[in-house]
């Protein structure tokens, strides 16, 4: 059990860190990206949380491919020494294709953790899993809308881990939930002025 705690104590630390980067929209949130899945791995699958479990995996791949979008893609302005993808919003036409993602990849895995395994809360762990690969790519493209994608799946995710026993993972998604609300309101002001 004290292994337990520092593991999640650790996780809700890392977690802080990489919120901070993230709300910065500083490219080190993808290195802090690599850490975080590592130890949440061992949290999520240890509670049941298969589907939680998983995405970390996904977590991992995708710290690579947004730290590398997000340094190499882009544009380089006057005033900049260094190539970067600035902040903008998420093209309309894609927002359907968000959204169908978003349901296909619930309903598949729903259907995984109720046919594969025993989990006790199959539906919102596909939920706040299948919302995150979808918010995961839009940070990754840098899209203000990412942040209305993790409110949701921040405030899942408190009462989730709360009825798991995740009680400071549950604390850092409260946190999260807080911090994703400014973000957004302070990306919105970045797009704005890279527009």
Sequence with gaps: MVWDTFVQIL???????????????????????IIMPMISLYVYFSRGLYADFGIN????????????????????????TKTHRP???MPVSLLSFALIGFAAIWAAIWF????????????????????????TWMLARKWVEQWLAWIVVDAVCVGL????????????????TIVALAGYAKWKKLAIRTE
């Design 11 to 33: 996780g809700f630390i890392v977690g802080i860190l990489y919120l901070w980067f993230e709300y910065h929209a500083d490219k080190r949130v993808w290195l802090v990206s």
């Design 57 to 80: 995996i996904y977590y991992l791949l995708m710290a690579v491919y947004g730290y590398i979008h997000w340094t190499r893609a882009g544009h380089k302005t006057a005033a900049e």
């Design 87 to 89: 902040v903008t919003h």
């Design 112 to 135: 995984i953790l109720v046919t594969f395994t025993d989990s006790t809360v199959p539906v919102a762990d596909s939920f706040t899993t299948a919302l995150s690969i979808v918010g």
């Design 161 to 176: 881990y709360i009825y798991k026993g995740i009680y400071f993972y549950a604390a850092l998604y409260a946190v999260y």
